[in-house]
């Protein structure tokens, strides 16, 4: 297989990892060079009440730069699969106008222009890559939405992995209008899934909320790629992807 420069698009600090982790480390350990580039992860000094709801009820004070803190995770998490981090300046959508948990996950405002400006910021990092993967916006977040339709117009030759926690609760969910049809193919990440977990253990301020704390991080993966293989009817625990072109195993 040809190895070459991977790069993932993650729309926050961690969907990478915890979606397509067992993936990527399989790129680096085949000899491609893999960078994944998270989208929104800007520090705001100012931040909305409930942007700063999402840092409280974790148990942070408000003079922590709960940013900063999450890009600092992203990075240690990384080294586990042999992946480089680069952050882009730009904003969630809780400091975007976006006004509760319910908000996020209702379709975007239409006063929200992030698409341009995240369009300028990826183009150079899709631009020379040999391969790239995004999230297909399961779960229906709207920057994971933004981030879809982004990437979609930039490398319509993109694999899509199916967006984790999400695919935990809902494992039959849609992936969004934007994604381009194609083929599913397993990637096996048996070997690789104590790295993807403790990648994703690094993330301290995430994993309480998302999987109930970090013991339940290797369990609840491994148990979503037995369950990801139960569907497609693979031999062993994958990652599920759309339009797998240039994998390992492919």
Same mark, same amino acid.
């Given at each position: 297989?040809?190895?070459?420069?991977?790069?993932?698009?993650?729309?926050?600090?961690?969907?990478?990892?915890?979606?397509?982790?067992?993936?990527?480390?399989?790129?680096?350990?085949?000899?491609?060079?893999?960078?994944?580039?998270?989208?929104?992860?800007?520090?705001?000094?100012?931040?909305?009440?409930?942007?700063?709801?999402?840092?409280?009820?974790?148990?942070?004070?408000?003079?922590? $730069?709960?940013? =900063?803190?999450?890009? !600092?995770? &992203?990075?240690? @998490?990384?080294?586990?699969? /042999? *992946?480089?981090?680069? %952050? #882009?300046?730009?904003?969630?959508?809780?400091?975007?106008?976006?006004?509760?948990?319910? $908000?996020?996950? =209702?379709?975007?405002? !239409?006063? &929200?222009?992030? @698409?341009?400006?995240?369009? /300028? *910021?990826?183009?150079? %990092? #899709?631009?020379?890559?040999?391969?790239?993967?995004?999230?297909?916006?399961?779960?229906?977040?709207?920057?994971?939405?933004?981030?879809?339709?982004?990437?979609? @117009?930039?490398?319509?030759?993109?694999?899509?992995?199916?967006?984790?926690?999400?695919?935990?609760?809902?494992?039959?969910?849609?992936?969004?209008?934007?994604?381009?049809?194609?083929?599913?193919?397993?990637?096996?990440?048996? @070997?690789?899934?104590?790295?993807?977990?403790?990648?994703?253990?690094?993330?301290?301020?995430?994993?309480?909320?998302?999987?109930?704390?970090?013991?339940?991080?290797?369990?609840?993966?491994?148990?979503?790629?037995?369950?990801?293989?139960?569907?497609?009817?693979?031999?062993?625990?994958?990652?599920?992807?759309?339009?797998?072109?240039?994998?390992?195993?492919?």
């Amino acid at each position: 297989m040809s190895t070459g420069l991977a790069v993932a698009v993650s729309p926050h600090l961690d969907d990478a990892v915890f979606s397509a982790g067992g993936t990527l480390a399989a790129l680096a350990a085949a000899g491609w060079r893999v960078r994944v580039v998270t989208c929104f992860t800007a520090s705001v000094a100012d931040p909305s009440p409930f942007a700063l709801s999402t840092q409280l009820d974790k148990g942070l004070t408000a003079d922590v $730069d709960y940013m =900063a803190l999450r890009r !600092a995770e &992203d990075t240690a @998490a990384l080294t586990h699969l /042999g *992946a480089e981090p680069v %952050h #882009l300046p730009l904003p969630e959508a809780p400091h975007r106008g976006y006004t509760s948990a319910p $908000d996020l996950f =209702a379709g975007q405002h !239409a006063d &929200d222009g992030v @698409a341009e400006p995240l369009t /300028g *910021a990826l183009a150079p %990092h #899709l631009d020379g890559a040999d391969l790239v993967l995004a999230p297909q916006a399961i779960g229906d977040h709207v920057d994971h939405r933004v981030v879809v339709d982004v990437v979609a @117009a930039l490398r319509p030759d993109a694999v899509w992995w199916r967006d984790a926690p999400y695919v935990l609760r809902r494992p039959d969910a849609p992936p969004w209008r934007g994604v381009p049809p194609g083929p599913e193919h397993p990637a096996d990440v048996a @070997a690789h899934l104590d790295a993807k977990a403790a990648a994703a253990r690094c993330y301290a301020t995430q994993v309480g909320f998302q999987f109930g704390g970090a013991d339940e991080v290797a369990p609840a993966l491994a148990a979503l790629a037995r369950a990801e293989a139960d569907r497609v009817g693979a031999p062993g625990p994958c990652e599920v992807l759309r339009g797998a072109r240039g994998l390992p195993g492919r």
